[in-house]
């Protein structure tokens, strides 16, 4: 096939992606830098803030807690599917697909009900005598972090058990008969294979939170909000649409910088001789 | 009691089929056991109750007479091989070789001491920091090979450790094995299923099939004295036929043909059998009357240093190779003496 042709063919797909992509980001990003001439001001006026700071550290900070634990819980969970018998694993799998099938909003009002003043958590604890009066739980960083974690674990867990599963058991088996007992076999061979796949779950729990809107607008309340909540608020109630495309653009690059940083720690961590190869 | 001892070893997966019944085993210090065997024959599982991976349903494990059978894995300290290598793909040829001996919280010095000097034994040293991914197959044999040894295991394990390798690189592997399991003087079980490979370096084989060993015995009987028509067939005999006891070293056929044995068999044996390369091809009609019998030559294969014959002949097809030099046509009258010695009885 000649370039020309090729390039024929491509011409589709790039105008698409022009179009469809390239142009709507454009138009939202330049008027941010753009009055009369070129200018930052709007970026200038947004970090000298300390109530826009506190929003934009507040989103970094919980999408980074929600990161963490979930890998704290997705990485056992995925061991233990990718390591169950076949006929189990398909089952383990649905189950933790099966709320990522139900609308978000639908699964953000399920943490109401557990955490509100008459949730299920403060009935328990009421009627147990443990507290006289209610927790204030619901309209915390805390719900945000219960809310976002539940709702990402699934692909925290779906992005695990691939690398897992690709991980030859004689490997373990190895590390068994050298000395290693199963959990430092886990801890010396398996997790540090298993980077890629945390990486990738991650980057994906990561942007997920972040950029999530429903779960921060019903658990946090208006105390509590998020970049994604505070971008809608502007938007929408105050019709500041300049400030809205200020911080679009902040939490692009917020998100473009944690991938950065997640690859680069992967680097490190990942060698398996990659620079010879 | 020897060094190891398997005392009625029985493994089932499912609880209903047995993949190791009543299986009994015993091997001495410093030798080299292989499990010979087709696939399927239980001879990985056996290694693998033997390393720990399984823990059989009953019977024990014992080594120096110390019943092993619950011990797990990480805490019996035997070397094994396995058949995909199972390098640490993130880690140096020297930290691959090195982590048996971090476990065992050596200091630095003595690690590297003892991997630098394992990797010169296996002829790896220029290769220490290097990962696996950027050896040869032979290399991370050795390699393999190095991170079993260096923890200067009771046990040395081999799962078909030279199967993934070409067939130059087999035999010279074999050989390196063999040579640093006597020098080491480390009792060793071999699991293969290829008996050119097993006999060249085993003091012991034992041949297993469906989940029982068949026959354990030096290379060199097994070679010659098949206990079973399974081992003979097993390993290169190619032609039998049912015999009928007249008297002791004397035997009938169904056409009537006698043959004399030439050695007594014991009475429950009823089935001749010889190598095709061990029967002896006669054209003209100066032959001895016994342990002859006649045929027609249908096809001919030449093998290089050899034409193979495949003879009718009234005791049915009879495999036979020839180095006379003499070519036979299809169609030629030939006779077939089995010599006494080589007639076995299975």
């Known amino acids: ?277 | 009691m020897s060094f190891v001892d398997l005392e009625d070893i029985r493994v089932s997966y499912d609880g209903k089929n047995n993949i190791l019944k009543n299986l009994n085993l015993s091997i001495e210090e410093g030798q080299l056991v292989s499990l010979l065997g087709p696939s399927g024959c239980g001879k990985t599982t056996t290694l693998r109750v033997i390393a720990g991976l399984i823990e059989p349903n009953d019977g024990q494990f014992k080594v120096e007479d110390k019943d092993l059978t619950k011990v797990p894995v990480h805490k019996r300290n035997f070397g094994m091989v396995f058949q995909s290598y199972a390098l640490f793909p993130h880690l140096t040829i020297k930290d691959n070789v090195g982590f048996g001996l971090k476990l065992r919280k050596e200091s630095k010095a003595t690690i590297h001491t003892k991997v630098m000097e394992m990797l010169e034994v296996t002829g790896l040293a220029d290769y220490a920091d290097r990962y696996p991914k950027q050896l040869s197959g032979g290399q991370r044999q050795r390699v393999a090979l190095a991170r079993a040894l260096v923890i200067e295991p009771k046990l040395l394990l081999l799962d078909e450790p030279l199967s993934n390798l070409d067939a130059k690189l087999r035999i010279n592997m074999r050989l390196e094995i063999k040579k640093i399991q006597q020098r080491l003087g480390i009792t060793s079980v071999f699991v293969t299923h290829d008996q050119e490979e097993c006999f060249s370096i085993s003091d012991k084989v034992a041949v297993m099939n469906q989940g029982v060993i068949e026959q354990f015995d030096s290379p060199e009987v097994i070679y010659n004295y098949p206990k079973t028509e399974f081992i003979a067939r097993f390993i290169g005999f190619e032609n039998f036929f049912d015999l009928t006891h007249i008297e002791d070293r004397t035997y009938v056929t169904s056409d009537g043909t006698q043959f004399i044995t030439g050695r007594s068999w014991e009475p429950t044996k009823k089935v001749g059998t010889i190598r095709p390369e061990d029967i002896e091809l006669i054209k003209d009609h100066d032959y001895p009357e016994d342990n002859t019998i006649t045929g027609t030559v249908k096809v001919r294969t030449f093998l290089g240093k050899s034409y193979q014959y495949e003879v009718d002949t009234s005791l049915g097809k009879i495999l036979v190779q020839d180095n006379s030099g003499v070519a036979y046509e299809a169609g030629d009258k030939v006779n077939l003496y089995i010599p006494e010695e080589k007639l076995i009885l299975v």
Do not use: C, H
């Open chain 1, 1 to 277: 096939m000649s370039k020309k042709t090729a390039y024929l063919i491509l011409t589709p797909g790039i105008v698409l992606l022009l179009f469809f992509l390239m142009l709507p980001l454009v138009s939202i990003i330049w008027p941010t830098f753009y009055d009369g001439g070129l200018t930052f001001n709007s970026y200038l006026v947004f970090f000298q803030d300390s109530y826009n700071l506190a929003i934009l550290f507040r989103t970094i900070k919980i999408s980074l807690i929600v990161t963490i634990i979930g890998i704290g819980f997705g990485v056992p969970t995925a061991y233990y599917i990718a390591n169950s018998p076949k006929k189990w694993r398909g089952l383990l799998m649905s189950l933790t697909l099966f709320p990522l099938l139900t609308n978000s909003v639908v699964r953000s009002f399920a943490w109401i009900n557990i955490l509100g003043r008459n949730g299920i958590i403060n009935t328990a604890l009421l009627s147990t005598g443990l507290i006289s009066e209610p927790l204030t739980l619901l309209y915390t960083e805390f719900a945000i972090i219960m809310g976002s974690f539940y709702l990402f674990l699934p692909v925290m867990i779906i992005s695990l058990v691939g690398t897992f599963e690709n991980i030859d058991t004689e490997i373990m088996e190895a590390a068994e008969t050298l000395g290693a007992n199963r959990l430092a076999a886990f801890v010396k061979v398996i997790l540090p294979l298993s980077i890629p796949g945390i990486i990738v779950g991650s980057i994906l729990v990561f942007t997920g939170t972040l950029t999530a809107y429903t779960t921060p607008q019903l658990l946090g309340g208006n105390r509590n909000m998020m970049m994604s909540t505070f971008l809608y608020q502007n938007a929408m109630a105050l019709g500041d649409w300049q400030s809205a495309s200020v911080i679009a653009l902040i939490m692009i690059v917020t998100t473009l910088l944690v991938m950065k940083g997640f690859n680069t720690v992967a680097a490190k961590l990942d060698k398996r001789g990659e620079k010879y190869a």
